[in-house]
């Protein structure tokens, strides 16, 4: 990869002649690994030109950086990074805490909390990775996708690849989602109602800004999604965690004052439980009589590979109070950030003019591809490979737990990708899932889907998503043993 020209300019700091200060502007950049051995310099003509200075200054510096093997010459070709120059050191160039900025007085005592899990990078090497939520390449349909993305690239969509549409959406998007998606939760909407966004998270992020904050008083699921819960803390709301059971979020332990309830019916985060029809109408009835509002997070609900879903909580809504979040990314792959707000209009109006304020609107081309992708039957191509594969792997992992003893705390009715877990009582699941690693085995620890500063530390979350069901064998077979041996 050739260093261009503009690469370098004159430090009004240096001293010293335009020769040396030349020489040290290249010393200085392969020092700081910015230039790399066998990267070709630019030629002594162009750097002279950029630099406003006579070719034979550049010649004389490149000749005294061949003499020290920084650089090599390689006749016509040019000048290159030799590969015996000084390796940058391994340290940073500008270490933490240098400058003069009191960084800690302008940010505040505040902290952001995490986000809950973090995985390894090279998580896809692992032969055992049962995590949650990747894509599996042996199942995604990356042909079609690729070809939806070079239609979107097309003159006819050059509108909407390139234009700044403010905070509108892909027109085409919106209609499947109005037609085709939200039909098959029951629930009927309008453009005006629809809000496309940066995946779940950024819909609920948008939600949590608009109906919590400073004096409010929210509630959310215990255990439960901990990015959600970060988004609520960092509104500055009192938090109301409601522990779930067998059927998830009871609606009778909602305390008085709560303004808003954020919880998962269909597929509850993380335990996978489903909320019952007699228990959803009850918290419609008693969102209706107090007052308040419930964000339904409907994430899988498109693998119901054991049997149909139940409707979803908005679809029972007959008095505008569901505001319902939807997803994309986690059916097609997480990367693609794209997911959908569905709410009364005033609602939709206010989170189209806060998401106008911070990003106007997620990519065009994105939402075109993934318009045809839609549109053009792939995505449900995709929908009935994935259930099946995941059927199949549910399977696998049913025998290999019973198999060797483990025991399920939560599983979802209808499929879904995941089972929530539970070790013996005392054992460390996050201590555990540090020595599974050196095995090739990843698990999720429990302990950050509850709200508690002193969490249940037995929990765990098996996914099979992203490991083929030849693998789930073994892998159930080293958590055990794991597990067994403490």
Same mark, same amino acid.
């Given at each position: ?6 690469? &370098? ?18 010393a200085q950049g392969i020092l700081a690994g910015r230039f790399r051995p066998g990267e070709r310099l630019p030629s002594s003509r162009k ?14 510096? @490149? ?32 270490? #933490? ?51 939806? #993305? ?76 901990? #990015? ?28 008085? /004052? ?42 899988? &609900? ?21 505001? @319902? ?14 997911? @959908? ?21 997620? =990519? ?12 053009? /039957? ?23 737990? #019973? ?8 599983? /979802? ?26 095995? /090739?085995?990843?698990?999720? =620890? ?27 064998p073994e892998g159930v077979r080293l958590i055990a043993a794991a597990i067994a041996g403490g």
């Open positions: 990869m050739p260093i261009t020209p503009d690469s &370098f300019f004159f430090d009004p700091s240096t001293e010293g002649t335009l020769q040396a200060r030349i020489r040290q502007m290249v750097l002279a030109t950029h630099l406003g200075v006579s070719r034979i200054t550049v010649t004389l510096a @490149y000749t005294e950086l061949l003499a020290d093997d920084y650089i090599t010459s390689r006749g016509r070709s040019g000048y290159f990074v030799s590969e015996n120059a000084p390796e940058p050191p391994a340290f940073p160039a500008n270490p #933490a805490g240098s400058g003069s900025v009191d960084w800690p007085r302008l940010l505040g005592s505040s902290t952001v909390p995490a986000l809950g899990h973090s995985k390894p990078a090279d998580w896809s090497s692992y032969r055992f990775p049962f995590i949650y939520g990747q894509a599996d390449p042996s199942l995604f349909d990356a042909a079609n996708w690729r070809l939806c #993305a070079l239609q979107a690239l097309g003159k006819r969509d050059f509108e909407s690849l390139t234009a700044d549409q403010f905070d509108a959406d892909d027109a085409r998007l919106v209609e499947f989602i109005v037609r085709q998606t939200l039909p098959r939760r029951g629930i009927l909407a309008g453009p005006s109602e629809i809000l496309v966004t940066l995946g779940a998270q950024n819909a609920l992020w948008l939600t949590a800004q608009i109906l919590a904050g400073p004096g409010r008083h929210a509630a959310l699921e215990d255990p439960g999604y901990p #990015a959600l819960r970060s988004i609520l803390t960092q509104t500055g709301c009192t938090l109301h965690p409601i522990a779930v059971d067998a059927d998830g979020l009871p609606p009778e332990a909602l305390p008085s /004052g709560v303004s808003v309830v954020f919880t998962t019916p269909s597929h509850q985060c993380p335990t996978s439980t489903t909320m019952s029809l007699d228990r959803r109408q009850a918290l419609l009835d008693l969102a209706e009589a107090r007052d308040l509002l419930i964000v339904e997070d409907d994430y899988e &609900f498109e693998m119901s590979f054991l049997k149909p879903p139940s409707p979803a909580l908005k679809s029972l809504d007959r008095s505008g109070r569901v505001i @319902y979040v939807g997803s994309f990314s986690k059916s097609i792959f997480p990367g693609m950030r794209l997911g @959908y707000l569905v709410g009364p209009e005033p609602f939709i109006r206010r989170a189209r003019a806060l998401r106008a304020s911070i990003l106007r609107h997620p =990519p065009g081309h994105v939402q075109r591809t993934a318009a045809y992708f839609l549109s053009l /039957g792939h995505y449900d191509a995709l929908i009935r490979r994935t259930s099946r594969a995941f059927h199949d792997r549910r399977k696998v992992m049913d025998r290999a737990i #019973a198999e060797h003893g483990l025991t399920v705390a939560g599983l /979802g009715s209808y499929g879904g990708s995941s089972y929530w877990m539970r070790a013996p009582a005392g054992a460390d699941t996050g201590a555990l899932a540090a020595r599974l690693r050196e095995d /090739g085995v990843l698990i999720e =620890p429990g302990a950050p889907f509850f709200a508690s500063a002193r969490p249940p530390s037995q929990f765990y979350r098996l996914a099979y998503s992203s490991i083929p069901a030849a693998r789930i």
